[in-house]
């Protein structure tokens, strides 16, 4: 059973603060992992995903993810954030194969203070 | 631009009544799904599809059904609404499940 975990359900930063959001995941096989940002009222869009190679993977606006095998997470940082990132943010696990389906974390709400 | 829409955005149902939602994309993705979001369970799958014709029981696929007419076209029907189907539910299309393009959402509401 493939099972995501956003241990934090609120994080509030003000705005040009460091953020980091944790992930963490249990799986059978080959995965991806995937980050996904939902403003509010919005569907949601998505930010980055890993696969293999390099566990440092860049996405849109400055968002960056890491993977570590060893503590089975992929968390997702800024190094400044904006107002406009104000979100929930979803981690997403879904296994390698073309038919595959992906599941969800329960978000993360990241509310930035001007 | 490449979008996945949906319709209608907002709609009010009675108990016992049919409810179809539609979503159109316009990505070329083979994959599409349907999700419904609620407070405290996140995003869960209702049903998919690998193109047209084709159509997979998601996680949750009690009281609805799904129509894949056209690669373009996605449609999940309700044919008895009851209030526990009260929720926002989305549209997403991608070539593989790991990344995946949503609509804006439709809120239904039935009383």
């Known amino acids: 059973t493939q099972t995501v975990s956003q241990s934090d359900a609120h994080v509030t930063v003000f705005e040009g603060d460091s953020v980091e959001l944790r992930c963490n995941y249990s799986?059978?096989?080959?995965?991806?992992l995937s980050w996904y940002i939902q403003h509010h009222g919005r569907g949601l869009q998505f930010l980055l995903k890993?696969?293999?190679?390099?566990?440092v993977v860049q996405g849109v606006n400055g968002f960056e993810a890491e993977f570590s095998k060893s503590d089975s997470s992929f968390h997702l940082r800024k190094a400044s954030v904006h107002w406009s990132d104000s979100a929930v943010y979803f981690c997403?696990?879904?296994?390698?194969?073309?038919?595959?389906?992906?599941?969800f974390g329960q978000g993360t709400s990241l509310p930035v203070v001007p | 631009e490449a979008a996945v829409t949906q319709s209608p955005r907002n709609k009010v149902a009675v108990t016992g009544g049919k409810v179809t939602l539609s979503c159109n994309q316009t990505?070329?993705?083979?994959?599409m799904y349907w999700y419904r979001q609620d407070t405290g369970h996140g995003l869960r799958l209702i049903h998919y599809?690998?193109?047209?014709?084709?159509?997979e029981k998601g996680d949750i696929p009690d009281g609805y059904k799904a129509s894949r007419p056209s690669q373009e076209n996605f449609s999940l029907i309700l044919e008895l609404a009851t209030p526990s189907q009260t929720s926002v539910y989305f549209c997403?299309?991608?070539?593989?499940?790991?990344?995946?393009?949503f609509g804006p959402g439709t809120r239904l509401t039935v009383l």
């Open positions: 599809s690998y193109g047209a014709g084709s159509t």
């Open positions: 799986y059978g096989g080959s995965i991806y």
């Open positions: 997403a299309s991608g070539v593989g499940g790991h990344e995946q393009y």
């Open positions: 997403a696990v879904s296994p390698s194969s073309s038919f595959s389906k992906l599941v």
């Open positions: 990505n070329n993705h083979n994959n």
């Open positions: 890993y696969y293999s190679g390099n566990p």
